[in-house]
């Protein structure tokens, strides 16, 4: 359909009341038709062309929603930036004066997944996003998603925190904290690679409840502790935005303040694609910076458990984690203690004094010979996780390192993201 015949056309709404404000959606979009402010994500519909990229990798369903509507009179930026819940659909009489009264049945109508001509700005570049899976690896446990939340039957799920330990060295202003939350007989499934929200108490400048904020589950699938109903979660303190200016983070001080026995209001849990594998001798490659680390965390504790259980029989685990300094690493010290024939690791820091910088894509490098083998390894799945700065290098470095030993990149790339091997969770 050419974009001159289009009276009308499906617009990409992303509901307020859902979204947890990951940021998925604006990563994932070819075409920078989404954007953000402090309340809402929006979708610019002059910019989107409809390619349904971004909906796969949603893990709330909040990225879709079309509503017909008049090409020439979409919502703008602002009413969407403005809303607190999705407005109703334009009604069949509403649309039929749009359309200054025409048989609505023979109007030409855009539709999700056949973009207009004049709307497809196809990007040259290189874009990281382009590689991320968004399916789980084949051999995945089944993940249950949205089990609570706005439009779920019971809205929101009380924990208690049972433990909240500062995981730095670092002093009180920049502190990372393992806070342990459990659900006693309430059910809340989960597994390595999900994310659950919590909604932090009060209200913003607006005067509207805040908004959930989402956190990635620091432990194994059968709890923090083995046997129990809880989780835990691996949570900075944010005392400045990215652009380096004072404000303190609504949600993260929250947490990291909690005090063991306060109740905590808890949605979720998220995600149904960055899961790790469970076919016996599938290898897992983890590469993250800072509290990325939670679901690598997860992953490697169920490893560790199932090694010591005698019952699965694991590939290699290789991580790869950066972090400013030493004292700035989450779980330093555990880190090194755990044993060097279960685990690979490789330790990047960018800031101490008299050395020089190194990051998680130099580790990568020094290790192309042993990455190598792994991209070309069908059992081999590889996750992402931290800073969204870092995602794009370290794509290009495992495209270096394909190319490097001979490896076609749009051949290795197309089967990390077909096969669900390669996955990117990036803030």
């Known amino acids: 359909m050419d974009a001159s015949d289009v009276i009308f056309l499906k617009q990409h709404l992303i509901d307020p009341e859902i979204c ?36 796969p990798p949603c893990p709330t369903g909040s990225i879709d929603n079309w509503h017909t509507v008049p090409k020439a009179r979409p919502y703008t930026l602002e009413e969407q930036f403005g809303w607190d819940a999705l407005p109703a659909p334009l009604s069949d009489a509403e649309l039929a004066e749009a359309a200054g009264g025409a ?9 999700p997944g056949a973009p207009m001509a004049d709307l497809d700005p196809q990007a040259s570049t290189f874009r990281s996003a382009d590689w991320g899976s968004s399916v789980p690896p084949w051999s995945a ?24 330990h500062r995981v730095t060295a670092v002093g009180k202003e920049y502190d990372t904290h393992h806070v342990v939350l459990d659900f006693g007989t309430t059910p809340f499934p989960v597994l390595e690679g ?56 609504v949600a993260s001080n929250y947490m990291c303040d909690l005090k063991v026995g306060d109740k905590v209001e808890v949605i979720g849990p998220f995600g149904a694609s960055f899961l790790m594998p469970n076919h016996p001798r599938s290898h897992v490659v983890m590469i993250c910076t800072g509290t990325g680390s939670a679901p690598m965390r997860a992953m490697t504790e169920w490893r560790r458990r199932l090694r010591n259980s005698g019952k699965f ?74 800073l969204k700065s870092m995602e794009e290098g370290v794509v290009m470095t495992l495209r270096e390192v394909a190319t490097h030993v001979g490896l076609d990149w749009e051949t290795v790339g197309t089967a990390l993201r077909r096969d669900g091997r390669l996955h990117l969770e990036t803030y």
């Open 20 to 55: 947890i404000r990951c940021n998925t959606c604006e990563a994932t979009c070819p075409v920078a038709a989404i954007t953000h402010d402090s309340n809402n994500y929006v979708v610019d519909a002059a910019k989107c062309n409809l390619c349904m990229a971004c909906v």
């Open 103 to 111: 048989d609505l049945a023979i109007l030409p109508v855009a539709e």
């Open 141 to 164: 446990a089944h993940a249950f998603t949205n089990l609570y939340g706005p439009k779920a039957p019971v809205k929101t799920v009380l924990a208690t925190v049972t433990g909240n």
């Open 194 to 249: 999900q994310s659950i929200a919590i909604v932090p108490p009060g209200t913003d400048a607006m005067g509207r409840a805040h908004h959930p904020r989402q956190y990635s589950i620091a432990s194994a699938r059968n709890g923090e502790r083995p046997g129990y109903n809880n989780v835990s979660l691996t949570i900075k303190r944010v005392l400045e935005d990215h652009e380096g200016r004072p404000v303190r983070g």
């Open 313 to 386: 029989e694991g590939g290699k685990l290789l991580l790869f984690f950066g972090a400013r300094t030493p004292e700035e690493l989450p779980y330093f010290g555990p880190l090194q203690k755990l044993p060097k024939d279960f685990i690979d690791l490789n330790l990047a820091f960018s800031r101490v004094p008299g050395q020089p910088r190194r990051y998680v894509q130099d580790l990568m490098r020094e290790r192309a010979a042993d990455l190598a083998p792994l991209l070309a390894d069908p059992n081999a799945y590889f996750f992402v996780c931290g």
